[in-house]
């Protein structure tokens, strides 16, 4: 199994930084009304709503807003033109790309999609061309990696599927269906992570240890999330260390 990319590392830190800008809040929102929308209101009986909920939280969303997001998709009507559709591409360095999108015009979503990827010297491929290269799974992220015995007794009784240690960070790897089970027996034993999510994790990366390729591949992924429609962009990148210090 792939260790955590070092990729993962920086999305996380933007996501946050984009957040306080009131950049990503509108697709979390729209997140939140779709999974409270195709399933139950109620986070805990809802694994993509609650999901959604902790990338909200983690990004300082009040409580009052997803309420009201939640409230919104479980009112249902509000959405039902809206398609969700995935797109695959590689960028520079043979660099392995998924593009989730929620759309109510697919010309345009993927006229811009492509047009992400061609600026970037990317191709923007057919269905199945990558999704293949990534499972979706749940990922509770701490800093400390002394941590490393308490969290893993705790989480596996809770139901983890594994502890990764890449002598960074630990990352506890569950099911998605059992992301919030986990995450709450965490909380309780006074284990709060650093980061937690349900993300689509690549089997395998691509090392990028050129800055050329690199500042390509970021930019490329930065357009890509800057664009309405694109709700998550995913990819299998692991940048060396010398680059991880100048990015």
Known sequence: MAGHSKWANIKHRKA???????????????????????????????????????????????????????????????????????????GVGGVAVLVETMTDNVNRTVGEVRHAFSKHDGNLGTSGSVAYLFSKRGEIIFDDVSLEDEVMMVALDAGAVDIENDGDSLVVVTDPENFGTVKDALNEAGLVSDNAEVTMSPSTTADIDNIDDAQKVMKMIEMLEDLDDVQEVYTNVNFSDDIMAQL
């Open 16 to 90: 946050k930084q984009d957040a306080a800008k009131g950049k990503v809040f509108t697709k979390i929102i729209r997140e939140i009304v779709s999974a409270a929308k195709q399933g139950e209101p109620e986070p805990d009986k809802n694994p993509r709503l609650r999901a959604a909920v902790e990338k909200a939280l983690s990004v300082n969303m009040t409580k009052d807003t997803i309420k009201r997001a939640i409230e919104r998709g479980a009112g249902g009507g509000d959405s039902d033109n809206v398609e969700e559709i995935t797109y695959e591409g590689y």
